[in-house]
């Protein structure tokens, strides 16, 4: 075993992997950017050294930087995680020259499998299952759409060197193919230098599965059962599950034997998944399912602790192990499976519209109670703080929350509990959209395929978490009880409302959903209160219990915590109970009379990034929803649609130009009658 590692990493991937070491002994280096001086997977290891600026190609990407930092800190081996230079061949082969290990597969297995097309030919010659396609290194756009119009619409685009949905476009008909080739080979040259891609038939109600394999360098290969990582939104995962549910043991051993053979095939070495799409005819017949090769990644996964908690296994210390020379711990009638796992990746994202990353700082950052590793009930992977910012530098995930359980049933029970005690205020996130994704029939029924959200998206979008009347209630509840724990002795000091005869009105004025809610409160002559909201009115009890408030409105109780963050010269309440969780803008109410709302007439950066291109010049008539602009950010491009009808009267910004959140990228006036 090693005694020292680096880890060319960040976030939760970093803190995840020095666990691991922490608990086998071996010391750890950490690398860090100017933004994550002071991040969590910094302190987490027992030396940092810094390699660069906060862009990525500034620091995670400076493989140079990384092996010199290796190099002085005395580290064996390197870890690389996921993302940044896990799949990067070169960078594996500069580890081999530089007489260091590289925590991974050989620098050739990379290879092979780093280019989709060239992966598709080599599996086809191992038997594995292929998706009708085009897979040619002949690039030619006409040669390109008379591919797609042979093999049939829907076809879907995806960049040779591409992932994480990224470089990826469905196409339904062939007038369409030309725009979708050009947006998704200008996405793969900006994420991945390279801009060839393949073509295949896009399968219908399609499964996402994929097998998890571990490869020594002895020559053993196994795989260690199947994961669904069916619901994704943007072609980007959402939340995994293992064992997939609905599998027959026959299908499971089937894909099980295609995946080894697809690692054997490329001499691997290590961790890596082998994904597969799934065809299936109803949701209810599992022997109808067909599979298909996708795509193999060469590297830990994202959803490994799925994996992990139904084998009991340690994937990380099986990933030190066999870089270190020794055999695979177990063989494959050896490996354990128990109970059923559920993954939810809880991100910096706005799922209300078109899932746009967020940024800003974790003011309010608190878990489930869970424990760090195994088949924990619940357990949390982040690698981040209270406190910390979420930049606009890297990925938008936060914390990737995992359940066990003996069951599905249990570990459904168990992601919502835990979903229903993480609490997020200072920005955006998609906790309770995940809360919603679980609720529905499709997922409780097992009804699994890529077209989930899109399907149930009646009862995930625009959805608010509580109702008007009980979102007021905790946050008026909680200035009350704030006011009246803050007075003295003195019973003139009491804030409590009381009067010797008659009754006081108290006027209260929120911002919630873009709705200004007036709620009344009135005090009785023995203290009690009355909540009027519009003209409906409940009797209003409360007191404070611990972290939580209990509230009885009307013939109900419920309890809530209430969390109030400044945002510019509001005080917005984040309020959090069981049925879901609310944002109410308090508005005072003298200064805020009167305000009235116009519709806007520009286009506006929704969070930091990079202008690609405008879609319209200026004098073009254009519609509402209408795309106007594409931007690029956290990695990913963003098309932006016109608020309303109007004429272009400016382009503010060129393509390529940075610009920061709220910043005016086109001006619209009205049209002329």
């Not at 030619?140 to 076809?155: F, K, M, N, S, T």
């Not at 063989?331 to 800003?360: K, V, W, Y």
């Not at 009307?554 to 984040?574: I, K, L």
């Amino acid at each position: 075993m090693f005694h020292k590692i680096l880890i060319a990493n960040r976030g939760e991937i970093a803190c995840r992997v020095a666990s691991t070491a922490r608990r086998l002994g071996v010391q750890t280096v950490a690398v860090y950017s100017d933004a994550d001086a002071h991040a969590k997977h910094v302190q987490a290891c027992d030396e940092a050294v810094h390699i660069g600026g906060s862009a990525p190609k500034d620091s995670y990407l400076r493989w140079e930087a990384i092996l010199q930092a290796a190099r002085e800190t005395g580290a064996q081996a390197i870890h690389p995680g996921y993302g940044f230079l896990s799949e990067n061949e070169a960078f594996a082969q500069a580890c081999a020259d530089a007489g260091i290990v590289f925590i991974g597969p050989r620098p050739q297995s990379i290879l092979a499998m780093g280019l989709k097309a060239q992966s598709k030919q080599l599996m086809e010659k191992a038997g594995v299952p292929l998706v009708p396609g085009y897979h040619g290194e002949d690039q030619d756009p006409a040669l390109l759409q008379r591919e797609a119009d042979r093999i049939g619409y829907p076809v879907l685009i995806k960049a040779s060197a591409g992932g994480g949905g990224k470089g990826m476009r469905i196409v339904e008909q062939a007038g369409d193919f030309a725009a979708a080739l050009a947006s998704c080979q200008r996405e793969a040259i900006n994420s991945f230098g390279d801009d060839a891609v393949l073509i295949e038939k896009y399968v219908q109600r399609p499964r996402h599965i994929e097998i998890q394999v571990f490869g020594d360098t002895h020559g053993e290969v196994v795989y260690l059962y199947e994961r669904d990582c069916s619901v994704q939104r943007r072609h980007q995962k959402v939340l995994e599950e293992s064992p997939a549910p609905g599998m027959s043991e026959s299908l499971r051993a089937a894909m099980g034997a295609a995946a080894v053979a697809a690692a054997k095939a490329v001499d691997y070495v290590g961790a890596g998944t082998v994904e597969f799409i799934v065809e299936q005819a109803a949701y209810d017949q599992p022997d109808s399912m067909k599979f298909y090769f996708m795509e193999m990644n060469t590297r830990l996964q994202v959803e490994h602790p799925v994996t992990e908690a139904v084998t009991g296994l340690d994937l990380v210390e099986w990933q030190l192990r066999v870089a270190a020379g020794e055999p695979l711990p177990l063989r494959q009638s050896q490996i354990p499976r128990a109970g059923h796992a559920i993954e939810a990746r809880i991100c910096a994202e706005n799922p209300d519209n078109q899932f746009l990353p967020a940024t800003g700082t974790l003011a309010v950052y608190r878990k489930p109670a869970h424990a760090a590793f195994s088949v924990a009930a619940t357990r949390v992977d982040d690698g981040v703080r209270e406190g910390d910012a979420i930049s606009p530098f890297y990925d938008s995930m936060i914390a990737k929350l995992i359940v066990h359980g003996d069951d599905r049933a249990q570990a459904l029970a168990r992601l919502d509990a835990a979903l229903t005690q993480t609490h997020i205020v200072g920005l955006q996130t998609n906790v309770q959209f995940l809360r919603r994704v679980i609720q529905t029939p499709s997922f409780r029924q097992a009804h699994l395929d890529t077209a989930l959200i899109t399907r149930e998206q009646d009862r995930l979008f625009g959805q608010q978490g509580l109702p008007a009347e009980w979102a007021v209630a905790a946050a008026v509840v909680d200035v009350l009880l704030q006011e009246m724990a803050s007075a003295g002795s003195d019973p003139f000091d009491q804030r409590d409302g009381w009067r010797p005869f008659g009754q006081n009105v108290r006027r209260f004025a929120f911002v919630w959903d873009e709705t200004t809610l007036q709620a009344d409160l009135h005090y009785g002559v023995a203290g009690e209160w009355t909540l009027a909201l519009g003209e409906r009115a409940w009797p209003l009890r409360a007191t404070r219990a611990a972290q939580s408030l209990v509230i009885d409105l009307g013939a109900e109780r419920r309890q809530a915590q209430v969390y109030w963050h400044q945002e510019g010269s509001e005080a917005v309440a984040h309020v959090f109970m069981s049925a879901g969780g609310a944002r109410l803008q308090r508005l005072d109410v003298l200064a805020h009379a009167g305000d009235t709302q116009e519709a806007g007439g520009r286009l506006s950066a929704p969070m930091p990034g990079k202008v690609v291109s405008f879609l319209v010049q200026v004098g073009e008539t254009v519609k509402a929803g209408q795309a106007l602009a594409v931007m690029e950010a956290m990695k990913m491009e963003h098309t932006l649609h016109a608020p309303r009808d109007g004429v272009v009267a400016e382009l503010r910004y060129s393509p390529g130009d940075q610009v920061a959140e709220g910043d005016e990228l086109l001006k619209l006036e009205a049209s002329a009658a």
